[in-house]
Structures are given as C-alpha cells and as structure tokens.
C-alpha cells in the first residue's frame, strides 16, 4: 500500500475502532429474537402462494402425526411419603431413613442426615443429585433406562442395579457399595470411568496432589483410576475457585501469591506456540487453535499464560465445543488473577458456558451470582442478573426468581430480560 | 444423543460440553442449537461491525446491517465448513455493505447534499483532526465504484492482505490487484486537493 496513505488509514482506523469499542449495542436477546423472526418471516415468504395454505396445511398435519408417533413418554414420577416431589426440590432425611418412591418402581433410601436433590425426571429415569450422606438404590432395570446419581465431582451412572453411595463433601469423597448389576462412575479427575459390580465397592477422592485415585478401593476398576496430572490440577483448581454455596467472594491473595509461584516457574519458551494459537484463535480457526494449544500442553499455558490470554484461550475452547478446556482455562483466571477483572470476567463466561452449554443452571446462577457479587455495576451485570433470574425460574425457585425479577426491573427496566422480570412479579 | 448432564458443583465443569464428542461451534450451528446461534452474535458482532464500518464509514445503519449479516448467514448456515467462521460471517458483511453501497447510489440523485456531508473549510494552521479527515475521506469514497470502495477500505483501512481481500470479495487477485490499484490512485489524487486530507497525505 502507498506510503501516501497508511497516515490516514491508521487515524482512521483508530478512530473507527474507539467508536466500535465504545458503541451501545441492542442486547443479545433482542438481537437473537429479531433474527430468528425475519428468517422464520423469509422462509414464508419464499413460497408460493397459491400453493402456501395447501402445503402448511400438509406440513401442519405431517408434524401432528410425527409428534404423535414420536412423542416423548411421559415422566416417571416420585413421591416421599404419598407426596410428589418435584424436580428440583431438596429431600433431606433427619434422624430416620426416608424414601423416594418413582412410578418405574425404583426406590431411593435415604439414610438418616442424608440431603439429596431430584433434579430431572425423565421417561427412562430421573437425575438426582447426592449432596451428603447415604443412599441405598434399587432402579428397576429396562433397556433404555438412564439414572444417574451426581456427588460432588463424581457422577453415578446407572443402569439396573442395587446399590449404596455415600458421599462426604468435606472430603470430597465418593463409596459406592455395589449389591446387584453395575454402575459406571465418572469424575474429573478420572482418568477413565471405572466400572463396578457384584459385590466390589470402591471409593473415589479428587486427590489434592498430583494424581487422582481412587482410595482402597476393592473394585475392578483400580487400574484405570490414575489421572493424568493436568486433570487432576484442573480439579484442584475448580475446588478452589468454585464459588462455595453460601459465600461468593473474589479469590483472594492467597490465590494470587500461588499464581506469581505458578508463573514464575513456567517456561518462558511458550511464546511462539502462544502466538500460534492466539492468531489461529482471532482468526476463527478455534479448534485449530485449540489444538495448537494442547500441543504446546494446555496445562502449561494455564498456568503461564497472561489473563487476558487465557480468557482468549477459554473463549477459543468454548467456541471449538470443548467446554473442558474452556471451564479450565477460566478458572486458571480465577485462581491465578483472582480479584482481577479478567477473574471477574471468567467468572461469567463460567456462568454462560454452563448456563448454554449443558443448561446446568444451578451451577450457572452461582457464577453469575460470583460475577454480581464481584462487580455489582458491571458491564455484564444486567446480563449477568438477568440470567441468575433465568436460572431461579428454570430450577423451581420460584420465589426467589420473583426477588429477582423484582431488583431486575428497578435496575434495569428496559434490559432484555425486563418481559422475563415482569411475568415473573406478581401483580 | 447428549447425554443427561447435571452436577452441583463447577468443579464438574468438564460434564458440560453439550454433546458427548466435543462439538464445534460449526456442527452445533448446522443444527440450530440455541448456544452456538447466540455465542455466533455475541462473539462476532464486532468483527461484522468493523467490517461494515470500514467500508460505509460512519453510518446510522450498522445495527441494521449488522442484523442483516447474522439472518443471511444463519439462513445459509450450510454453507458453513468448519474452518474460518469469521471470514465466512466478513464474507456476508462484505456483501450486505457492498449492496447497502450500491443503494445508496442508486437513489442518491433523489436527495441534495446533506449539510454534515458538505466539506468543512478549514484554517491552514489547524491540527488536522482525524473525524474531520475520516469524514472527507468517506466523501471521496462516495464517488468510488462500489467494488473498488470494497477493496480498497478492507485493504488500506482494514489492514488485509490482498488475498484475503479478494477471498472476501469474491474476486480473483488480479482483479483485487487493479481495483486497488486504481482506487488507490484515486484517492491520493483527490486527497492531495482536498483541505481536510492534504495534510495527512503529506505527512505521510
């Protein structure tokens, strides 16, 4: 290009890119809705019209009968004493035994000082999720059915069986006590899920070291258990920097101090491969970028890399559809730059990825809630707010999704989640 | 089939991936999933803004437009192949800016000359100011060709190589080659005579 030019091209660059940084957009909702109403409004009027009635009609009577042949089953349900419980209420036994009965037959006990949570109900089984104490299952075997047990980073898949898990969330550890079939157990800082039947019993703990393992355990699953390092440093990290139930603060020096050590010790050869990957990254290669980063070691960069960067990094992963790598590079932001506006930030994108990746919104409003409580007028926060509202409405809490909704709409009356906020107040 | 996902805590994040293998932004897009649409509006608007803006400069319309780009590629979301989401999105920016050009031009003896598009006279001793310059500078891109405006602002402006130029542009390297060529040409002539861009031609 002419040298006559590149002054004025760069000032106008310049000035062009201040007032994109600095420009007020619709919200994303909106946006969405307006898309989605203008394709759906194109997609008619590309048809023809004298043939339009006729075909919607055939269109309209073909989904009749395939919703009809296809249509989803009905839920099983679940009752505690003669009484429905609904999906998302807590369970919690006190000093006796309760127990769960579902409609397929399946029996859930409680043991005493045991807290559990029914989060879905589905026509092949139901999602529960073990916050403490012991449960003794008998799922009535079918085909296609799906239960599973959550405790902590752990996850019970089941398919027919009889069997106990017991969970200690101070210790963050898992027994499963196998009476009849099999279960599959799942974790993060497993390296592969292990299998028990029969009569084995194993427990698992996300070790605070380098490894992971189950301890003493008597199952045939014991080989498969080592984890490889950076998963177990991905667990550890999450322990640390997941925002605890009843207390959402910032990361505080601590994590600061161990992100200098962390820093300090890392390579300083990174920087060609990082650079590698953040191009690929701005380029829109994501999954190219994903992979030049794991082949430089994705724990590496975690633990060297700038915050900014590795909110790149985690941005990159989430949109290459590796919510793994994406959730560990935002909490290596968190627990390395904690108290940092880019942990802050991390803390959201936390939020969004379980929130649209998996729709797992208790996790979600926590995050968003780590956001608020971090950076109560921030940018993201009527999103932010918004979405925490979401998360209430969509896990049953009913009430507190008006309280919500209630702050939402004194905040932000004309925010996009304002219509949400206003069906959700009571008149 | 996704797999029932569920977990309390964030430590589990790793369960969150929305299909078993991982999944591409690209994949989840060709079949409608809601968090690959909104994370497509959300990470490229301002990639489709800069685009839009590099060649329209200042407009009212970008919203518009922007609103535009994300419809057209989301219609045609087949299209997509799974490398190089954002210069397949700049691929429709290019397009809408380029037609929204063409309009303007099409119906611009309807309107006289608006009079924040009339040139400001300018004291020779003043600082040369740089949304004085971007204004005149859009004004002579007014009397451009389209397809040379086009190439020439996502080259000079923009900063792209021609080859990415002419990927976005639809047009061989030759023909991006000429265009900027001769829009480069033209510019310069005009700027040198121009109050508000002789400065800065000279300067650089």
Redesign the interface.
């Given at each position: 290009m002419s040298q006559a030019l590149s002054g004025l091209s760069r000032g106008v660059r310049e000035e062009q890119d201040r007032g994109i940084d600095e420009r007020v957009r619709p919200p994303i909702e909106e946006r969405l809705a307006g898309i989605h109403a203008e394709l759906g409004r194109r997609n008619v009027a590309r048809g023809h019209a004298p043939y339009w009635a006729l075909g919607a009609a055939v269109v309209a009577a073909a989904c009749v009968l395939l919703w009809w042949g296809a249509r989803p089953a009905a839920p099983i349900s679940v009752a505690r004493g003669g009484q429905p419980v609904e999906p998302g209420a807590w369970v919690q036994s006190t000093a006796t035994a309760e127990t769960l009965s579902f409609s397929d037959g399946t029996q859930v006990q409680l043991q005493p000082q045991t807290a559990l949570r029914v989060l879905s109900l589905s026509a092949v089984g139901a999602s529960l999720a073990l916050e403490r104490g012991t449960l003794h299952a008998t799922v009535v075997h079918r085909d296609d059915t799906r239960w599973l047990v959550a405790a902590g980073p752990f996850e019970v898949h089941v398919t027919g069986t009889e069997f106990d898990a017991s969970y200690d969330p101070a210790r963050q550890v898992l027994d499963v006590q196998m009476f009849e079939g099999s279960v599959r157990v799942t974790g993060s800082c497993l390296k592969e899920p292990a299998l028990l039947s029969d009569q084995q019993r194993a427990s698992f703990r996300c070790q605070s070291g380098s490894a992971a393992a189950p301890e003493a355990t008597e199952a045939k699953a014991a080989p498969s258990l080592a984890a490889p390092a950076e998963h177990a440093t991905a667990a550890n990290a999450s322990a640390k920097d997941a925002p605890a139930k009843d207390t959402l603060r910032p990361a505080g020096p601590e994590s600061a101090g161990k992100a200098s050590e962390t820093s300090a010790a890392a390579p300083s050869t990174t920087a060609p491969a990082t650079e590698d990957w953040r191009a690929l990254a701005r380029d829109g290669h994501f999954k190219a970028a994903l992979a030049a980063a794991e082949a430089r070691g994705f724990a590496a960069l975690c633990a060297s890399e700038s915050a900014p960067a590795l909110l790149e990094l985690g941005n990159a992963a989430r949109l290459a559809g590796n919510a793994v790598r994406a959730s560990e590079a935002y909490l290596a932001v968190r627990g390395r730059f904690g108290g940092s506006g880019a942990a802050t930030n991390a803390a959201f994108q936390l939020g969004r990825l379980s929130f649209d990746g998996a729709g797992n919104y208790a996790v979600a409003e926590r995050w968003f809630r780590a956001y608020l409580t971090e950076a109560p007028g921030g940018a993201l926060a009527q999103e932010a707010l918004g979405r925490v509202m979401e998360c209430q409405q969509r896990t049953g809490q009913r009430s507190a999704a008006e309280q919500t909704a209630a702050q939402y709409l004194a905040r932000f009356p004309g925010g996009a989640h304002a219509n949400l906020a206003r069906s959700l107040t009571p008149e | 089939m996704?797999r029932?996902?569920?977990?309390?805590?964030?430590?589990?994040?790793?369960?969150?991936?929305?299909?078993d293998d991982?999944?591409?932004?690209v994949?989840?897009l060709k079949v409608r999933k809601?968090?690959a649409?909104?994370?497509l509006?959300?990470?490229?608007?301002?990639h489709v803004?800069?685009l839009i803006?590099?060649v329209l400069g200042?407009s009212s319309d970008?919203?518009d437009l922007v609103?535009e780009v994300?419809?057209r590629a989301?219609?045609r979301v087949d299209q997509l192949r799974?490398?190089?989401?954002?210069?397949w999105?700049g691929a429709f920016a290019v397009n809408v800016a380029r037609e929204a050009l063409r309009k303007k031009r099409r119906w611009r003896w309807l309107w006289s000359v608006a009079a924040e598009d009339a040139p400001e006279v300018r004291s020779a001793d003043a600082t040369p100011d740089?949304?004085a310059?971007?204004g005149a500078?859009y004004r002579l891109l007014d009397r451009m060709d389209p397809d040379d405006r086009v190439v020439f602002t996502l080259?000079?402006?923009?900063?792209m190589e021609l080859l990415e130029v002419a990927g976005l542009t639809d047009l061989s390297l030759s023909t991006v080659k000429r265009r900027f060529k001769r829009a480069?040409e033209f510019?310069?002539q005009h700027?040198r005579r121009d109050v508000l861009?002789a400065d800065?031609?000279d300067?650089?």
């Open positions: - | 996704a029932p996902v569920i977990q309390l805590r964030p430590e589990t994040l790793r369960l969150l991936a929305p299909a991982a999944e591409s932004l994949d989840a809601a968090w649409e909104r994370a509006v959300e990470d490229h608007t301002a803004e800069r803006t590099r200042p970008v919203d609103q994300f419809i989301l219609g799974d490398e190089g989401v954002k210069s999105l740089v949304r310059a971007m500078l080259r000079a402006i923009e900063g480069q510019v310069i700027a861009l800065w031609v300067a650089s």
